[in-house]
């Protein structure tokens, strides 16, 4: 098993900068893939960022050249940079890890709030 726990979010201003961290305990070494998911309210989860243990990224359209996700393996964290920050980017961002030691099985933190006021 996997715990992930979220910090860093809070309210900033249009165009401001936000930094998310994810620190993952437990069964770190079965951890493959990372990301970061967000939910705003009345809308579906979706990705926002992902990077894979070897350090592949990938990130929504609507983000890239703002956001940055990094991967510190040695700390078991993960963590996104967030720049030039719009009100549309509100909403809970939630860490993601995919388990390669047990098939279909990922973890899910329990997210954080980010708001981006105009």
């Known amino acids: 098993q996997v715990r992930l726990v979220e910090s860093g979010g809070g309210l900033v201003q249009a165009g401001g900068s936000l930094k998310l961290s994810c620190a993952a305990s437990?069964?770190?070494?079965?951890?493959?893939?990372m990301g970061w998911y967000r939910q705003a309210a009345g809308k579906e989860r979706e990705l926002v960022a992902a990077?894979?243990?070897?350090?592949?990224?990938n990130y929504a359209d609507s983000v890239k050249g703002r956001f940055t996700i990094s991967r510190d393996n040695a700390k078991n964290t993960l963590s996104l940079q967030m720049n030039s920050l719009k009100p549309e980017d509100t909403a809970v961002y939630y860490c993601?890890?995919?388990?390669?030691?047990?098939?279909?099985?990922?973890?899910w933190g329990k997210g954080t709030l980010v708001t981006v006021s105009s």
């Open positions: 993601n890890a995919i388990d390669s030691c047990r098939s279909g099985m990922d973890y």
């Open positions: 990077t894979t243990s070897g350090g592949r990224t």
């Open positions: 437990g069964d770190t070494i079965c951890i493959s893939a």
